[in-house]
């Protein structure tokens, strides 16, 4: 069996951390959530889903100031990380060793180990602090994924281009998943 880290930051987008999540329980995968106090309010006021429920969704939910949790440590087992949406707080954090809570932590640990670790950045439009940040992540081994959804295979809903964003990230993670209409 898999596991896969989700984080959730304050970020707009909270959306595709949702449909991961439903992802990843209908394929068996043990999810461990962290999430920011700015990630909580934005995840209640984006999609109505509150700390209590969304405990109930994955297999562990660690509080953000936990530090020493399992998840922050390079021996626990599992097989990658994604934020998202990934702010630029936590981006910046990350990328110049600052983990000073629980998600930042475990995105260290995860890169150290060289683990996958995907950040999906909804910011827009981005500055140059911004981009050295991520490209300074990338060039430690994470991989940037921007919440830039592609229209080739002609959405008609909201859903539709959060199924295309989260069939990519599925995608990264090794996932075989049909979640929208791949170019042909």
Request: glycine content about 8%.
């Amino acid at each position: 069996m898999k596991k896969i880290i989700v984080g959730i930051t304050g970020a707009s987008g909270s959306i595709y951390a949702v449909r991961l999540m439903e992802v990843l329980c209908r394929r068996g995968i043990e999810i461990h959530a962290v999430v920011t106090t700015s990630g909580e309010k934005v995840l209640d006021y984006e999609c109505g889903i509150t700390r209590e429920e969304l405990s109930r969704r994955v297999t562990k939910l660690y509080a953000n100031d936990d530090v020493g949790a399992a998840i922050a440590s390079g021996s626990f087992r599992m097989d990658a990380m994604v934020i998202l949406p990934c702010s630029m707080r936590a981006a910046g954090a990350l990328a110049h060793g600052v983990t000073d809570d629980l998600l930042t932590r475990a995105a260290d640990v995860t890169l150290k180990e060289g683990r996958r670790l995907l950040l999906v950045p909804r910011e827009t439009p981005m500055h140059e602090i911004h981009l050295e940040n991520l490209l300074r992540l990338a060039r430690a081994g994470a991989v940037v994924m921007p919440a830039a959804p592609g229209f080739y295979h002609r959405p008609e809903t909201v859903d539709d281009l959060v199924n295309m964003m989260v069939g990519k990230i599925c995608d990264r993670l090794g996932l075989e998943e049909e979640l929208f209409l791949r170019w042909r």
